[in-house]
Nanobody, 123 residues
Framework: VQLQASGGGLVQTGGSLTLSCAASGRTFSNYVMGWFRQAPGREREFVAAITWNDGRRNYANSVHGRFTISRDSAKNTVYLQMNSLKPEDTAVYYC?????????????????WGQGTQVTVSS
């Protein structure tokens, strides 16, 4: 499984960004795709996840209502639409994958990781 994250950048408070995670190496039915983030000096934390088969979603409380995770099966790509961005959203964002039929928030549940993409929100 290979995961390639992209779409990070610099944005002002209140702005929007969309991250993409292109997945390859196998078919992803029965997989779960997730986004995590890590700010300097902090642990990597869960952001959102989606089941590939039926699109069930799970969000961290800190992003619920502002971020939306989605997937495009034809493109084998998962997206993270981020709206109303805040300075505390600044972090390196990672996409991750695991085999299964539910979308956990526990980092250790995911065994495939992509490289990160930097998101910086200026105040």
């Amino acid at each position: 499984v290979q995961l390639q994250a992209s779409g990070g950048g610099l944005v002002q408070t209140g702005g929007s960004l969309t991250l993409s995670c292109a997945a390859s190496g196998r078919t992803f039915s029965n997989y779960v795709m997730g986004w995590f983030r890590q700010a300097p000096g902090r642990e990597r934390e869960f952001v959102a996840a989606i089941t590939w088969n039926d699109g069930r979603r799970n969000y961290a409380n800190s992003v619920h209502g502002r971020f939306t995770i989605s997937r495009d099966s034809a493109k084998n790509t998962v997206y993270l639409q981020m709206n109303s961005l805040k300075p505390e959203d600044t972090a390196v964002y990672y996409c991750a994958a695991r085999y299964g039929d539910y979308a956990p928030s526990i980092r250790e549940s995911y065994n495939h990781w992509g490289q990160g993409t930097q998101v910086t929100v200026s105040s």
